[in-house]
């Protein structure tokens, strides 16, 4: 049974920082495509973080690049978000995803690409 746990939500001035954590368990392939998505209230999931376990790429949406940084360690099993320089913006449930394959360009920050979810961690950003 594949599991994937987030943990290292909750509150964080804006202009700070946070780190969320994914553990996986469950699943086999030790390369896979993960993700961070972010989900506000009212609004669509999207994705704001990516990588593969299997190489060096790493993606990100434009509204986090240069703040964020997503990694991982393979021998734990757990994929990071580090969160810098945090806004308003940036609240919501975050959400843990990922696939037993490779990132694609074209849709790694699309929900349908990913197999399987975690159950998310919610951020929430003060003035």
């Known amino acids: 049974q594949v599991q994937l746990m987030e943990s290292g939500g909750g509150s964080v001035q804006a202009g700070g920082s946070l780190t969320l954590a994914c553990v996986v368990s469950?699943?086999?392939?030790?390369?896979?495509?993960m993700a961070w998505f972010r989900q506000a209230p009212g609004k669509e999931r999207e994705g704001v973080a990516g990588?593969?376990?299997?190489?060096?790429?790493?993606y990100y949406d434009d509204s986090v690049k240069d703040r964020f940084t997503i990694s991982v360690d393979k021998f734990k099993n757990t994929a990071y978000l580090q969160m810098n320089r945090v806004k308003a913006e940036d609240a919501g449930m975050y959400y843990c995803?990922?696939?037993?394959?490779?990132?694609?360009?074209?849709?790694?920050?699309?929900?349908?690409?990913?197999?399987?979810w975690g159950q998310g961690t919610q951020v929430t950003v003060s003035s």
């Open positions: 990588i593969y376990t299997g190489g060096p790429n790493r």
């Open positions: 995803a990922a696939i037993p394959m490779y990132c694609r360009d074209r849709d790694w920050h699309l929900v349908p690409r990913y197999e399987y």
């Open positions: 469950g699943l086999p392939d030790s390369r896979k495509c």
